[in-house]
């Protein structure tokens, strides 16, 4: 299948805005689109049925400079490292992914597997939506369906901070610790391999990764002046208070 491939780089709210505006786009006829894209400050992303204070510590947020962002897609809070974590989008029509919620988290995640083995780790994919290395997890993934069409995003963690991840994020509640869980359920590609892993490279590897994994024809482009607009038209959505606090 042919995909345009755009690689991207901006805030919070712009991020969740294209996605969602690609997401109309495709739904209208437009090219299938595999987006790469760096938040370009430090980032917490809520799923869209999650309390914020029940899973972000708001204060090490603000004392940090963390943004908080809500998603439309489900799944768990995210930490975005500028300097550790590429995060892609693919948008796609549904009669292309299986229809099996399951198997297409899994058919569609398939480029991040292949692109941390091409790096040389031998990931493995989780159900119902984890990349793993060595039983920790590097790659978390969140979809959603609408208008006929698939919107699935998610992390590539070469070289995310996790002491911050640690500190920022909470489960059920409870702050993870640096000493704690976190440490041993997640990991990034640089810790495991051993080395620093650039952003070119993750790009690179993505890339490549996505091109094994879904057989993809990747073009490169650019947005439509529709889907710059409507983006720019969406980003109040995310900024607005009463979005990030909804529950």
């Given at each position: 299948m042919?995909?345009?491939?755009?690689?991207?780089?901006?805030?919070?709210?712009?991020?969740?805005?294209?996605?969602e505006?690609?997401?109309?786009t495709v739904?209208?006829?437009g090219?299938?689109?595999?987006?790469?894209?760096?938040?370009?400050?430090?980032?917490?992303?809520l799923?869209?049925?999650?309390?914020v204070?029940e899973?972000?510590?708001?204060?090490?947020?603000?004392?940090?400079?963390?943004?908080?962002?809500?998603?439309?897609?489900?799944g768990?809070?995210?930490?975005h490292?500028?300097?550790g974590?590429v995060?892609?989008?693919?948008?796609?029509?549904?009669?292309?992914?299986?229809?099996?919620?399951?198997?297409?988290?899994?058919?569609?995640?398939?480029?991040?597997?292949?692109?941390?083995?091409?790096?040389?780790?031998?990931?493995?994919?989780?159900?119902?939506?984890?990349?793993?290395v060595?039983?920790?997890?590097?790659?978390?993934?969140?979809?959603?369906?609408?208008?006929?069409?698939?919107?699935?995003?998610?992390?590539?963690?070469?070289?995310?901070?996790l002491?911050?991840?640690?500190?920022?994020?909470k489960v059920q509640?409870?702050?993870?610790?640096s000493?704690?869980?976190?440490?041993?359920?997640?990991?990034?590609?640089?810790?495991?391999?051993?080395?620093?892993?650039?952003?070119?490279?993750?790009?690179?590897?993505?890339?490549?990764?996505f091109?094994?994994?879904?057989g993809?024809?990747?073009?490169?482009?650019?947005?439509?002046?529709?889907?710059?607009?409507l983006a720019s038209?969406?980003?109040?959505?995310?900024?607005?208070?009463?979005?990030?606090?909804?529950?």
């Amino acid at each position: 299948m042919r995909f345009r491939l755009i690689v991207d780089e901006g805030s919070g709210c712009y991020n969740m805005a294209m996605d969602e505006a690609l997401l109309f786009t495709v739904a209208m006829g437009g090219v299938p689109t595999l987006r790469l894209y760096v938040f370009n400050k430090p980032t917490v992303t809520l799923g869209y049925f999650q309390k914020v204070e029940e899973v972000v510590d708001l204060e090490f947020a603000r004392r940090e400079g963390i943004d908080v962002v809500r998603r439309v897609t489900g799944g768990g809070a995210v930490y975005h490292d500028p300097e550790g974590e590429v995060t892609y989008s693919i948008v796609v029509p549904e009669q292309n992914v299986p229809g099996d919620v399951a198997e297409s988290f899994k058919y569609l995640t398939s480029g991040v597997i292949e692109a941390a083995r091409a790096l040389g780790a031998p990931a493995e994919f989780v159900p119902l939506n984890d990349g793993v290395v060595a039983g920790k997890k590097f790659s978390g993934q969140a979809q959603i369906r609408r208008f006929g069409v698939v919107l699935q995003h998610g992390t590539f963690m070469y070289a995310t901070n996790l002491n911050v991840l640690s500190e920022v994020i909470k489960v059920q509640g409870v702050k993870l610790s640096s000493r704690g869980p976190v440490r041993a359920r997640v990991t990034t590609l640089s810790e495991y391999l051993g080395r620093r892993i650039e952003r070119e490279e993750a790009v690179k590897a993505l890339i490549e990764g996505f091109r094994r994994g879904l057989g993809a024809d990747l073009q490169e482009g650019t947005y439509t002046e529709i889907e710059l607009r409507l983006a720019s038209e969406l980003e109040w959505k995310y900024r607005s208070r009463d979005w990030v606090f909804m529950r």
